[in-house]
């Protein structure tokens, strides 16, 4: 609102309306060109240096959620190995469950990459 009712008595001021005030900018208006061009350059560079910032905690925003994924994963890797250890130890006739059977290949990490390249 502060814009425009400046360039409206930029304007004003420079149409010769006000006759207290000597024109300083012709028709053209260079001068209110010349400042608004580099308001916008100046507007454009903060937004650009905002938007690459917001871009870097994102990107440590997401790596921080890789590694607590694959934490969890890890753990829950164990919790499955640990119940089939104990259904082992007490006899359990029940079938392994698809997943029991692919955590017998190692870590989460590498099970994921195989399902990855399996598709």
Not at 4 to 26: H, R
Not at 43 to 51: C, G, K, P
Not at 53 to 67: E, K, N, P, T, V
Not at 69 to 82: F, K, P, W
Request: charged content about 20%; overall charge positive.
């Amino acid at each position: 609102m502060l814009q425009i009712s400046a360039c409206a008595f930029w304007t004003f001021v420079n149409a010769d309306k006000i006759p207290d005030i000597a024109p300083f900018d012709t028709f053209p208006y260079p001068l209110l060109s010349a400042i608004t061009s580099f308001e916008a350059v100046l507007i454009a560079a903060f937004v650009l240096m905002r938007q690459n910032r917001i871009g870097i905690i994102a990107d440590r925003r997401d790596h921080l959620d890789l590694q607590v994924n694959l934490l969890t994963e890890r753990r829950a890797t164990q919790v499955i190995r640990m119940l089939n250890r104990v259904s082992a130890h007490l006899g359990s006739n029940s079938p392994k469950t698809r997943i029991a059977k692919s955590l017998n290949g190692g870590s989460p990490s590498n099970i994921w990459w195989k399902r990855c390249i399996a598709g």
